[in-house]
């Protein structure tokens, strides 16, 4: 219970830096994986949108992305998302192999392809 509260805790107050500070990556990027975290999917989802929105081109808010999409069961959007993070950089194709977030892409033909693409320019 004592845990519980703490997250409780530790989400409210990230909420309410965020309510003052909207634009707050570091908070943001926080709050997207304590929601998540804690099976709040659809909020998640938001922050990893809005990290998007304010860091375009950063490779790792995509993937983070993709992995919100995953787990809301959006496979073609976070294929989308995840190719997104390629083009940008995005690197470590053992992590996303392996990554429990993107369990409901490992059998789709189109992720063992990139994932596949991703191990041959390593």
């Not at 003052?20 to 990027?29: N, T």
């Not at 977030?101 to 490992?106: A, H, N, R, S």
Request: hydrophobic share 45%.
């Amino acid at each position: 219970m004592a845990k519980e509260t703490d997250h409780a805790f530790e989400m409210a107050f990230f909420e309410s830096v965020l309510r003052r500070a909207p634009d707050y990556i570091e908070v943001i990027e926080i709050l997207g994986g304590l929601y998540t975290k804690h099976g709040r999917i659809a909020e998640g989802l938001r922050m990893d949108r809005k990290l998007v929105r304010l860091l375009p081109q950063n490779p790792t808010a995509h993937y983070n992305l993709a992995c919100s999409l995953a787990l809301a069961k959006r496979p073609a959007d976070a294929l989308r998302a995840l190719h997104r993070a390629v083009e940008l950089g995005y690197k470590d194709s053992d992590w996303m192999a392996q990554d429990p977030d993107l369990v409901v892409l490992k059998q789709h033909p189109a992720f063992v392809a990139l994932l596949e693409q991703l191990k041959s320019q390593c």
